[in-house]
């Protein structure tokens, strides 16, 4: 077929370029955490409407043009930040993009009582999202992943055989089906909202759906063993294993990060069994969700490190009504013969400045690689990074600096033991014990 054809060209290409290279690298784009929010009004209240266009307090601190730390994504911003991306690496090898489209502030009032934030609304933002962000990377395979702001009202996702849950899947697959591409993947995305693809030869990546799993769905603490979860556990096992069996490398993606305290602890504990079995097949996770800008490090019963979990900072800037973040973006690097990850480069803009010069830059950060001053990126090299921001003030300070990207907050006591621990730890006995003895 022409897409065979067409994937083969592609494959012929990236293996002479790599030829032809000194190091045959790849790159590919993490999106997460867009909450645009279509309502944004810059000069509105920030407290009493969240900078939504209505009157509020006339002597209330206004909204900025760019944003508030207290307030989601307006367009404006959103445009910029795929734009700036395009203009770096306009032609990477993947789109990541791992949830949450709508904005936070959904329980805020309108200008108008005519609107009212439902499904609906949730499905619209999502369609302009996926539009955009298609035209913005139109050569580029885009891997999405659904998040607990996908759906209405966020985080409360039904069960599997619900009539609402069913109704979001078929929904949101016919928008992704373009970008998903393969038939059965996308029937697994509309009966389940997970599902698995191969983008390359040799490159598997396993899509998971956190939603019955995260933390903050009330459901999830009811139903701690499944209706939904076990499902998914037991199609993850069976891919991996068939990754196994064909040496494929696989990708995780999810939105939530399936470690405590993000999900619920029977979800912590059943994903790092399976993480540890098929800890030679899966080379890397990738979540969002936080909105920080963090890692896990999986360790086996001696100890060892044997897996990481990437969580990567959000586009919005605000952190449940906390202190906030600047925007920010994520470029991957992965040496594309071996399909590990190699570094990562963080990319922010200033946003209190973007509002006070009226205009937006976006700027390097750092690279993992050289801001740490790693040996390389496997998760030993995590390891002892994670070890280091116990001991070493200097170490964990930059740590910080870069969870927040860049907005100065101060961090001690109970809040450093927690940013510690849940580097390296999974489960919640392990997440607790750490934090017990860190105390």
Not at 40 to 65: E, H, L, M
Not at 67 to 80: A, K, L, N, Q, R
Not at 129 to 140: K, L, N, S
Not at 246 to 257: F, L, M, N, Q
Request: aromatic share 12%; with cysteine; proline share 6%.
């Amino acid at each position: 077929t022409r897409d065979s054809v067409q994937l083969m060209l592609a494959v012929a290409l990236l293996l002479l370029a790599c030829f032809e290279a000194a190091e045959c690298q790849g790159s590919f784009w993490q999106l997460t955490d867009l909450h645009v929010d279509p309502w944004y009004a810059p000069g509105s209240d920030v407290y009493t409407s969240k900078c939504r266009n209505f009157t509020g307090d006339p002597d209330a601190t206004p909204a900025g043009p760019f944003g508030d730390y207290h307030c989601e994504t307006p367009t404006v911003t959103f445009d910029s930040w795929l734009s700036f991306m395009q203009s770096v690496k306009g032609a990477p090898d993947f789109v990541i993009w791992t949830g949450d489209s709508s904005p936070l502030n959904e329980e805020f009032p309108f200008k108008s009582d005519d609107l009212h934030m439902s499904q609906d609304f949730v499905f619209q933002i999502v369609q302009n999202q996926t539009e955009t962000i298609t035209a913005t990377f139109p050569a580029t395979k885009i891997i999405p992943c659904i998040g607990n702001h996908e759906i209405w009202p966020p985080s409360q996702l039904k069960g599997p055989n619900s009539k609402e849950a069913r109704e979001i899947f078929s929904t949101i697959a016919d928008m992704w089906e373009p970008l998903i591409g393969d038939a059965a993947a996308v029937d697994e995305f509309r009966r389940w909202g997970w599902y698995t693809i191969t983008p390359v030869p040799g490159l598997r990546v396993l899509v998971l759906n956190t939603l019955w799993c995260d933390a903050g769905n009330v459901r999830s603490w009811v139903h701690l063993d499944g209706d939904g979860n076990q499902e998914m556990f037991d199609w993850a096992t069976q891919v991996l294993a068939d990754a196994s069996a064909a040496k494929e490398i696989v990708w995780v993606v999810g939105h939530v990060p399936m470690a405590a305290p993000h999900v619920v602890p029977a979800c912590a504990q059943a994903w790092k069994n399976i993480t540890l079995t098929y800890s030679d097949v899966i080379a890397m996770q990738l979540a969002g969700h936080t909105h920080k800008d963090t890692f896990t490090v999986f360790l086996d019963a001696e100890g060892t490190a044997v897996n990481t979990l990437f969580i990567t900072p959000s586009l919005t800037p605000e952190s449940w009504h906390q202190y906030g973040h600047n925007p920010s973006a994520r470029l991957f690097s992965y040496d594309a013969d071996t399909l590990l990850v190699t570094d990562f480069s963080q990319y922010y803009m200033n946003l209190s400045k973007a509002n006070e010069d009226g205009a937006i830059q976006w700027m390097f950060d750092y690279s993992a690689l050289e801001e740490y001053g790693m040996h390389g990126f496997t998760p030993a090299d995590w390891y002892t990074l994670s070890q280091l921001l116990a001991k070493d003030d200097a170490t964990f300070e930059l740590a910080w600096d870069h969870s927040n990207t860049r907005v100065p907050t101060a961090c001690t006591g109970r809040c450093r033991a927690e940013f510690v621990c849940q580097s390296h730890t999974v489960t919640y006995d392990e997440y607790h014990a750490c934090l017990q003895e860190a105390n």
